[in-house]
């Protein structure tokens, strides 16, 4: 019984060294001068990306890597692989073991569906994650974050190779099991063995593990689990700041889009509903009467119930034409009513330079990115336009008018239009998500809501439902 357990562990030990032989000869481990992700420089890479092009050494990486679970098979009801490397690897496992996939987006895409995780999700139930090399273990606790996000349970996570730098103290203190099948000691150590490294090789390597043991993981920030009052210290518009520190001590990411056509009507909203709103977002161009009495006293209410005032005036020409527009004296935009305007980025930089040299100290743009009205054209390169333009310039353009998170700058605000309850769209192409989708699942900041709210029977508490649906939804988020 002795001898045969014994004689299996030698056949293990021959079948790793010469799966590490094999791996050497592929070149998918190399020697030389590497930056890794963590920005460390390493003298020794794995590259696993290779195996794709030998099926026999992909199904036998993807065969130990279900050995080192073996035990604990029973206890999963799906898998993923770490983007992009262990795919492949994740669905041999799967498709062999009959055991359902989960493929996890690196980038939440831009259209269709949206989703960040493929698959059926089934909430409550246990995913196993898995890995070609954990470093910091990073990139591992980053796919855990995102399976977490949408309700599934991850306690293990299962690797090649361990590289020894600190990734399995990282990634088992967030209560995650690491589970390697090698580490780099042991890779060495065979690579010696077989003759592939000279001992001098191997001793570089442990010299470099001894001072690299403990990787830091370099915290990538994420707006989407940061609160609005930690993004707002990161925001370099005076306007932003205020916007993301009122949204969290007012406990509201709603904007309420008051497109009512008279001075009186828009009034009377603002001040029912102000009290439920980040923003009132106005429309001065479709309202009869639009006066500077009706600036002064939007702006009044402003200050009483502690909102911004966006005018959603979509400029959208070349900045000497914005200029004059924007200083037109029938809307007042001088006066600094609406400290925020919307725009198209269709121009270029023109259209933000043209307003922001004529608008009032500490007003800011808001960039069309995206629209919710079907056929839009603002997709694909152009929306990735938007979104460099908006990084680019952080200290005059505030927010993204977006269907879905498309930049990871903490201070840039990203507004989803086309929200309502119990709607699909209307018959001019407007096309409706919910609060919880915009917010809990694409992950945009602030809902805009326009007819759900004043074309109710009771725009108070419709207005407070939107509220605390999308708030809610937020705080969710930051549970992760
Ligand atoms: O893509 C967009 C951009 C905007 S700003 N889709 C939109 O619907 N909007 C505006 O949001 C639109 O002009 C309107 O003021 C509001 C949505 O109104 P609702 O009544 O459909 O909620």
């Given at each position: 019984?002795?001898?045969?357990?014994?004689?299996?562990?030698?056949?293990?030990?021959?079948?790793?060294?010469?799966?590490?032989?094999?791996?050497?000869?592929?070149?998918?481990?190399?020697?030389?001068?590497?930056?890794?992700?963590?920005?460390?420089?390493?003298?020794?890479?794995?590259?696993?990306?290779?195996?794709?092009?030998?099926?026999?050494?992909?199904?036998?990486?993807?065969?130990?890597?279900?050995?080192?679970?073996?035990?604990?098979?029973?206890?999963?009801?799906?898998?993923?692989?770490?983007?992009?490397?262990?795919?492949?690897?994740?669905?041999?496992?799967?498709?062999?073991?009959?055991?359902?996939?989960?493929?996890?987006?690196?980038?939440?895409?831009?259209?269709?569906?949206?989703?960040?995780?493929?698959?059926?999700?089934?909430?409550?139930?246990?995913?196993?994650?898995?890995?070609?090399?954990?470093?910091?273990?990073?990139?591992?606790?980053?796919?855990?974050?995102?399976?977490?996000?949408?309700?599934?349970?991850?306690?293990?996570?299962?690797?090649?190779?361990?590289?020894?730098?600190?990734?399995?103290?990282?990634?088992?203190?967030?209560?995650?099991?690491?589970?390697?099948?090698?580490?780099?000691?042991?890779?060495?150590?065979?690579?010696?063995?077989?003759?592939?490294?000279?001992?001098?090789?191997?001793?570089?390597?442990?010299?470099?593990?001894?001072?690299?043991?403990?990787?830091?993981?370099?915290?990538?920030?994420?707006?989407?689990?940061?609160?609005?009052?930690?993004?707002?210290?990161?925001?370099?518009?005076?306007?932003?700041?205020?916007?993301?520190?009122?949204?969290?001590?007012?406990?509201?990411?709603?904007?309420?889009?008051?497109?009512?056509?008279?001075?009186?009507?828009?009034?009377?909203?603002?001040?029912?509903?102000?009290?439920?709103?980040?923003?009132?977002?106005?429309?001065?161009?479709i309202m009869s009467d639009f006066s500077r009495d009706t600036a002064d006293q939007l702006k009044a209410l402003a200050e009483k119930h502690n909102f911004v005032i966006m005018e959603d005036r979509k400029f959208a020409d070349i900045g000497n034409t914005v200029q004059m527009q924007y200083t037109q004296e029938q809307y007042c935009l001088t006066s600094g009513w609406a400290p925020l305007v919307t725009c198209h980025p269709l121009p270029g930089p023109g259209v933000i330079d043209g307003l922001m040299s004529v608008a009032p100290p500490g007003s800011g743009c808001v960039l069309v990115a995206e629209m919710s009205s079907s056929g839009t054209l603002a997709v694909g390169e152009y929306t990735k336009g938007a979104i460099s333009l908006a990084e680019s310039r952080p200290e005059s353009i505030v927010g993204v008018v977006c269907r879905n998170r498309l930049s990871t700058s903490p201070g840039l605000i990203h507004m989803t239009p086309g929200v309502r309850d119990k709607a699909s769209g209307d018959s001019l192409g407007q096309q409706y998500i919910s609060a919880e989708t915009a917010i809990g699942e694409r992950h945009t900041d602030i809902i805009i809501v326009g007819r759900g709210i004043y074309s109710a029977q009771d725009p108070v508490s419709t207005a407070k439902m939107y509220r605390e649906k999308a708030f809610q939804a937020y705080n969710q988020r930051l549970k992760v």
């Open positions: 019984m002795v001898l045969n357990n014994y004689c299996g562990r030698c056949l293990k030990i021959m079948k790793m060294k010469e799966l590490v032989a094999q791996l050497f000869d592929i070149g998918a481990i190399k020697f030389g001068q590497f930056t890794l992700k963590s920005g460390i420089q390493s003298p020794v890479y794995f590259d696993l990306r290779l195996i794709v092009s030998y099926p026999p050494l992909l199904a036998q990486v993807s065969d130990v890597l279900w050995s080192a679970v073996s035990e604990k098979v029973a206890q999963f009801q799906s898998i993923c692989g770490v983007p992009y490397t262990a795919l492949p690897i994740a669905t041999l496992m799967s498709s062999k073991h009959n055991l359902p996939m989960l493929i996890r987006r690196k980038e939440a895409k831009s259209y269709g569906t949206k989703r960040q995780i493929e698959g059926i999700i089934v909430k409550g139930s246990s995913c196993l994650v898995v890995e070609d090399v954990v470093t910091s273990g990073a990139s591992v606790l980053e796919t855990c974050a995102d399976l977490k996000r949408v309700g599934l349970k991850v306690a293990h996570v299962v690797v090649l190779l361990d590289r020894e730098q600190g990734g399995r103290g990282n990634v088992e203190r967030e209560g995650v099991v690491l589970h390697s099948v090698l580490t780099m000691s042991q890779l060495m150590q065979y690579l010696l063995e077989t003759g592939k490294v000279t001992s001098e090789t191997v001793d570089m390597v442990k010299a470099f593990i001894r001072e690299n043991s403990q990787v830091k993981i370099v915290e990538k920030c994420n707006p989407t689990i940061m609160s609005y009052t930690e993004r707002s210290q990161l925001a370099a518009n005076p306007i932003a700041k205020k916007l993301l520190s009122l949204m969290d001590s007012k406990e509201t990411n709603l904007a309420f889009s008051a497109d009512v056509k008279t001075s009186h009507e828009l009034v009377k909203l603002a001040d029912a509903v102000g009290p439920h709103i980040c923003i009132l977002k106005t429309h001065a161009d």
